[in-house]
Each structure stands twice: as structure tokens, then as C-alpha cells.
């Protein structure tokens, strides 16, 4: 069995900071890429952020220059340091896994974390 399990949302004022966690646990082999989607009410969930195979980050252009992720592979850990929020980034994040599992190639989404962006 494999647990993902995002945290660190809640509300923020515009223009304030929140950090994401995303932890993987299990019978994991291997982790091939993690990555952070977000999904707002009425619209379809969208890749926010993920990290290449080299190590860099990559954006949705909404969030470049804000929002910067990270991986702690030792410990199967992600990360979305967002900061200068917007109302527009109020949404429910979720982390996507692609690993190894028992040999096999899987995907595995969290349960999601809310984050409100309002005054």
C-alpha cells in the first residue's frame, strides 16, 4: 500500500505565503516524479508545478516567479513554497506520484489540501 498525504493549507491574505507538504509512504520503490496540480471550483485540475528528471522545476506560466518546488528524496517528500498569493490561486492542491510499486509503474493521488486566497 502506498500513502500520499498533502498539508499546509489553509487561508491566506493576498499577497502572503503558504508551504505545501506532500509525503509518500509505503512499499515504494522507486519514485520516478512528484508533482503539485491544483484544481479551482468549476475548473479542470491543472499541472501547477513538477520537478524534471534533472532536478529543475518547472511552472504554469500564472504561478512563474511565485511558487518553487522541492523534493527531499531521501525522505519521499515534496514541497511548494507559494508566495505573493492571489485570490486566482485559491484552489484544492493535490500531489501526484509516479513510482515503483511491488515492480510495477503506478500513480498515486493525495486527498487534496484547500488553499483560500481572500482578504
Known amino acids: 500500500q502506498v500513502q500520499v498525504v498533502e498539508s499546509g493549507g489553509g487561508l491566506v491574505q493576498p499577497g502572503g505565503s503558504l508551504r505545501l507538504s506532500c509525503a509518500a509512504s509505503?512499499?515504494?520503490?522507486?519514485?520516478?516524479?512528484m508533482d503539485w496540480y491544483r484544481q479551482a471550483p468549476g475548473k479542470q485540475r491543472e499541472l501547477v508545478a513538477g520537478?524534471?528528471?534533472?532536478?529543475?522545476?518547472k511552472y504554469v506560466d500564472s504561478v512563474k516567479g511565485r511558487f518553487t518546488i522541492s523534493r527531499d528524496g531521501a525522505k519521499n517528500t515534496m514541497y511548494l513554497q507559494m508566495n505573493s498569493l492571489k485570490p486566482e490561486d485559491t484552489a484544492v492542491y493535490y500531489c501526484?506520484?509516479?513510482?515503483?510499486?511491488?515492480?510495477?509503474?503506478?500513480?498515486?493521488w493525495g486527498q487534496g489540501t484547500q488553499v483560500t486566497v481572500s482578504s
Open positions: 520537478l524534471t528528471v534533472a532536478g529543475s522545476g
Open positions: 501526484y506520484v509516479d513510482a515503483i510499486v511491488d515492480v510495477a509503474r503506478r500513480n498515486y
Open positions: 509505503g512499499s515504494i520503490d522507486y519514485i520516478y516524479r
